[in-house]
């Protein structure tokens, strides 16, 4: 017969249970962390997107205010309707695009679901609150309505709208296209696809895009657009917890394109 195994000594099982608390607190303030973050990114996207509404704003009441001061000097009464008609229509615009920036900045428990991939797109497209054309922008979106994946759209949505926000950076000064595709991967995965024609990522920067903290945007030079440098780490991360993958190819002076692989709900 083996020799018995001894008792593990008072000391050793205090050290243990010493260490197995550290490391369970550690985890604890790593997700901790990881919910600040995102909670900040949020918060970016929803400064981007509010920038874009009051922008809007502008425009979208200075026809309100015109046809009211029209129809009062001429004491018109049909156009005073269409003053109200206009004011009507012109609040509503701002009432949905209000509605959109404050769902980006909810932070929900995660709850997956099989959804539609093209509501996804259009969410976020709505969440820029500014039509690209305006800019000189052609946007395109070829997605065929069937395709369905397994994922929480607001946290899609966010990715979609942080990949989005980059595009239109990159192409703002450029015209040009963005495209937003997607296609069936086999039985099991849908390939979705964001790509622009701007100004493109200089390949030794490419491997680094999905670092915290890194960003492709000069402060010095462009303090109008600054990147914390999160939005592509948290957009991984975000992917990647839906058993998915995201990757980039770009090339300076043509374009990026970016690449996400998500769980078909088919």
């Known amino acids: 017969m083996g020799k018995p195994t001894p008792p593990i000594a008072p000391r050793q099982a205090s050290v243990d249970l010493d260490l197995r608390s550290q490391v369970e607190n550690l985890e604890q303030r790593f997700i901790s962390l990881r919910d600040q973050a995102r909670q900040a990114q949020r918060l970016a996207s929803v400064g981007m997107a509010a920038a874009a509404l009051a922008h809007e704003s502008r425009n979208l009441i200075t026809p309100i205010v015109g046809y009211a001061k029209k129809a009062l000097d001429d004491d018109d009464v049909e156009l005073m309707r269409k003053a109200l008609r206009i004011a009507l229509e012109r609040c509503a615009t701002l009432s949905n695009m209000s509605e959109r920036i404050l769902g980006l900045a909810v932070n929900e428990a995660q709850s997956f679901r099989s959804v539609p991939l093209l509501e996804c797109v259009e969410e976020a497209v709505a969440c820029l609150c500014r039509d690209v054309a305006k800019d000189g922008i052609t946007m395109k979106t070829d997605i065929d309505p069937e395709i369905v994946v397994w994922a929480d759209p607001k946290q899609l949505v966010q990715v979609l709208f942080n990949l989005l926000v980059n595009a239109r950076q990159a192409t703002v000064d450029r015209g040009g296209r963005i495209t937003i595709s997607a296609s069936l991967n086999g039985e099991e995965q849908v390939d979705l ?74």
Request: aromatic fraction near 6%; hydrophobic fraction near 30%.
């Open 193 to 266: 696809r964001v790509c622009d024609t701007g100004s493109g990522i200089p390949a030794d920067q490419l491997g680094m895009i999905f670092e915290p903290f890194f960003t492709t945007k000069n402060k010095a030079e462009d303090r109008s657009r600054p990147g914390a440098g999160l939005g592509l780490a948290i957009s991984k991360d975000i992917i990647e917890e839906h058993r998915g993958t995201i990757s980039v190819e770009s090339e300076v002076g043509k374009g990026t394109t970016f690449t996400i692989t998500l769980p078909s709900s088919g």
